[in-house]
């Protein structure tokens, strides 16, 4: 079932009915992305139908009389990535039309039993003709430009003349594969027409080269598509407070941490529902951390810690799609990865990579493929040195009490108009206080050490 209309402000809708993963076969998904994690699988015709390239955002719900909607037919759709069946697979048209994660059945439909539903599919604000993602050609940063890996550096006349404006974030995607990365947008004049700037390292996650390491017939290789970065999850991410926001700046003074862009690919089996991430040693050491810490994965406005293990030295047997949907193959190729390649593939592995499991990307709302940012706990490695130091701060407190009745006699001969020793105890309150700060700042000076540039 797949039919398209097209209302009055030419916003097209296709019907679809979506299905199980057993519903399809084993060959419907390219293993290099991730499907089944907050995204709807639809086929070519569909986007046809839709007016839309793959890898856009859609908005989705439940079909007019679809006796599973609920009543979530009146409620804002949410918006969702739209990708793409395998080359070369079409759906039966007497069957289900495209495929949904049950996770995400939740938030359109009432239920997710056995059956099949019909949703209605709209292309996203940012998939429509008047404010379509644009394509630029990347470039590497300039030589004079000092390398930064969340900045986007963009032709001025080019900005003037998009939805954007500078220092604000857009997203930055693989027109191929769906890869998204979200940087800060920033004007510079040596930037030629339709191009943009960005770091040798971002390219390599996005898998996009250079256009100085291209020539005519394989232009496609270094173009890239921007938009507006669009919260596509349910429910949208709480805002910070201001005390959650004055306890990081606090922690980021006295433990430090160093942000790395990683790139998300398939976790290990063994992993799922523990709440692990693993990340190889030479990146542990970048953020700081060591085998066990916690570290923080950030994507699309949504912060997860996770224990930070290595990956084995063996080859394990990687899952794409695993806890509650069936046919999970998992078939490692030599990168360590579920993806499938040819002897062609000019793919060079030389970026930071995370692995997280399928029940830790679905926190996260990540795909494989996606860039994410990664830092270390600042709270645990806090908690964690001083825990093991504590003996030594009250050894330090012990010491110092002759000091302190030193102080506390000397605050007694003042003359002071604050009856009952308040001003003795007050100073001998902040004296204290004080040695403490002082001591944790300088127990934490080897955790700052570490993720100092």
Request: net charge negative.
């Amino acid at each position: 079932m797949n039919e398209a209309t097209e209302s009055a402000d030419e916003t097209r809708t296709a019907t679809v009915t979506i299905g199980e993963i057993e519903d399809f076969g084993s060959n419907i998904y390219c293993r290099d992305v991730d499907k089944f994690q907050h995204v709807l699988l639809l086929a070519q015709e569909t986007f046809d139908s839709l007016g839309i390239e793959p890898y856009n955002y859609v908005y989705i719900r439940p079909a007019v009389g679809d006796q599973r909607s609920g009543g979530h037919r009146d409620e804002e759709p949410p918006p969702v990535y739209a990708l793409p069946f395998a080359d070369g697979f079409s759906p039966d048209s007497d069957g289900p039309t495209a495929l949904l994660k049950s996770s995400l059945q939740k938030d359109v439909l009432e239920e997710t039993d056995s059956g099949h539903a019909d949703i209605e599919v709209t292309p996203h604000e940012t998939a429509r003709e008047a404010t379509r993602s644009r394509e630029y050609i990347a470039l590497r940063l300039p030589a004079f430009v000092e390398t930064d890996l969340s900045t986007c550096y963009m032709n001025p006349t080019d900005l003037g003349e998009s939805p954007w404006s500078e220092d604000q974030p857009i997203e930055v995607y693989n027109l191929q594969n769906g890869a998204r990365i979200r940087l800060i947008v920033k004007t510079l004049d040596r930037i030629d027409r339709n191009h943009i700037a960005i770091s040798n390292v971002v390219r390599q996650m996005l898998d996009r080269k250079s256009v100085d390491q291209v020539n005519h017939e394989t232009i496609d290789t270094a173009r890239v598509g921007v938009r507006t970065p669009v919260q596509a999850i349910l429910p949208a991410p709480a805002t910070r407070g201001i005390a959650r926001s004055a306890w990081t700046k606090i922690l980021s003074k006295f433990v430090g941490f160093k942000r790395i862009n990683a790139e998300v690919r398939p976790g290990y089996d063994r992993d799922e529902e523990r709440g692990i991430a693993r990340v190889d040693e030479e990146t542990q050491q970048l953020l700081g951390i060591s085998e066990g810490d916690r570290l923080v994965v950030e994507w699309n406005g949504l912060k997860h810690p996770l224990r930070c293990l290595t990956p084995p030295a063996e080859s394990p047997e990687i899952v794409a799609n695993a806890d509650s949907n069936s046919n999970s193959d998992s078939i490692p190729d030599n990168n360590g990865s579920l993806s499938d390649r040819t002897d062609t593939d000019t793919r060079v592995n030389t970026t930071n990579e995370i692995y997280l499991p399928t029940t830790e990307r679905r926190k996260t709302y990540a795909c494989i493929n996606d860039v994410v940012d990664i830092r270390r706990d600042m709270s645990y490695t806090a908690i964690n040195r001083i825990t093991l130091s504590v003996f030594g701060i009250i050894g330090v407190l012990v010491g110092g009490e002759p000091l302190f009745t030193r102080l506390y006699a000397w605050l007694g001969t003042l003359e002071t108009p604050v009856p009952g020793g308040v001003l003795q105890d007050g100073g001998l309150a902040l004296t204290v206080l004080a040695m403490s700060v002082f001591i944790v700042w300088l127990l934490l000076w080897p955790e700052r050490q570490k993720v100092t540039r």
